[in-house]
C-alpha cells in the first residue's frame, strides 16, 4: 500500500468548513483513497472513499487532484462531535489481504466553539 | 442490526493468563479483522480472516491466536498475557469483493490491561 503524508494536528472554527490535506504520492492507478475517522476512545469510523472523481456523501466530500497525488477532505460544516482523529488511507478495492487497512498516525482535528 | 459486537468491553489480566476476546458480525461480511491500538498510535493489524475458515498473520501476530468457524464470529485468543499486550482492541468487518467499495465497520473494542 502506498504511504500517506498528513499533518499532526488542525483546528477549525464551529461552522466553519474543515479541509484536510493527505498526500499520497507513490498511488498505483488500482489503488483508492479511502478516509476514517476515530472519535476518542471509539472504533474508526468510515467516511468516504474515490478513485479519480470527487465524491460527495453525506458526511464530506473527497478531492481528489487530477494526478491522484493528495487529495482533501471537505468537512463542509464542522461541529464540535467532529473532533476525532482522521485517516488517510490508499489501498486497493480488492479482497483478500489487499482488504487489510494499514493506518498511520491521522490528523487530529480540533474544533472549536 | 447489531453491527459489530465486541466482548468484554473492559478486561484486566495478570501476566500468564489466557483469554479469548469476542467479535461477532451479522452483515454476512466474509472479511473480519483484529487490530491493537495502543496510546497515542494508529492501529496496527494482528490477524485477519477472509472467509470461514481461513485466517492469516497481520503486522503484529506474536502471542495472539485466532480462528474463523463460522461466518459470524472471529475470536481471538491470548496465549500467556504479558503486559506489552496491554492496549484497545478492535475488531473489523467488511465484505471481500463489492463494487461499491469495501469499507470496514468496527466494533466499539475491548480495553485489556495485563498487571
Known amino acids: 500500500d502506498a504511504k500517506t503524508t498528513q499533518p499532526t494536528s488542525m483546528d477549525c472554527a464551529e461552522g466553519r468548513a474543515a479541509n484536510l490535506p493527505c498526500n499520497h504520492s507513490?498511488?498505483?492507478?488500482?489503488?483508492?483513497v479511502y478516509w476514517y475517522r476515530q472519535i476518542h476512545s471509539q472504533g474508526p469510523q468510515y467516511i468516504i472513499h474515490?478513485?479519480?472523481n470527487n465524491e460527495t456523501n453525506e458526511m464530506a466530500s473527497l478531492i481528489i487532484t487530477e494526478d491522484r497525488k493528495s487529495s482533501t477532505l471537505i468537512l463542509p460544516h464542522a461541529t464540535l462531535r467532529d473532533t476525532a482523529v482522521y485517516y488517510c488511507?490508499?489501498?486497493?478495492?480488492?479482497?483478500?489481504?489487499?482488504?487489510?487497512?494499514?493506518f498511520g498516525k491521522g490528523t487530529k482535528l480540533s474544533v472549536k466553539p | 442490526n447489531a453491527g459489530v459486537t465486541q466482548t468484554p468491553k473492559f478486561q484486566v489480566l495478570k501476566t500468564g493468563q489466557s483469554m479469548t476476546l469476542q467479535c461477532a458480525q451479522d452483515m454476512n461480511h466474509e472479511y473480519m479483522s483484529w487490530y491493537r491500538q495502543d496510546p497515542g498510535m494508529g492501529l496496527r493489524l494482528i490477524h485477519y480472516s477472509v472467509g470461514a475458515g481461513i485466517t492469516d498473520q497481520g503486522e503484529v501476530p506474536n502471542g495472539y491466536n485466532v480462528s474463523r468457524s463460522t461466518t459470524e464470529d472471529f475470536p481471538l485468543r491470548l496465549l500467556s498475557a504479558a503486559p506489552s499486550q496491554t492496549s484497545v482492541y478492535f475488531c473489523?468487518?467488511?465484505?471481500?469483493?463489492?463494487?461499491?467499495?469495501?469499507?470496514?465497520?468496527f466494533g466499539p473494542g475491548t480495553r485489556l490491561t495485563v498487571t
Open positions: 488511507i490508499v489501498r486497493f478495492n480488492y479482497g483478500g489481504s489487499q482488504g487489510n487497512l494499514i
Open positions: 473489523a468487518s467488511s465484505y471481500s469483493t463489492r463494487a461499491s467499495g469495501l469499507e470496514q465497520y
Open positions: 474515490g478513485l479519480k
Open positions: 507513490t498511488i498505483s492507478g488500482n489503488e483508492y
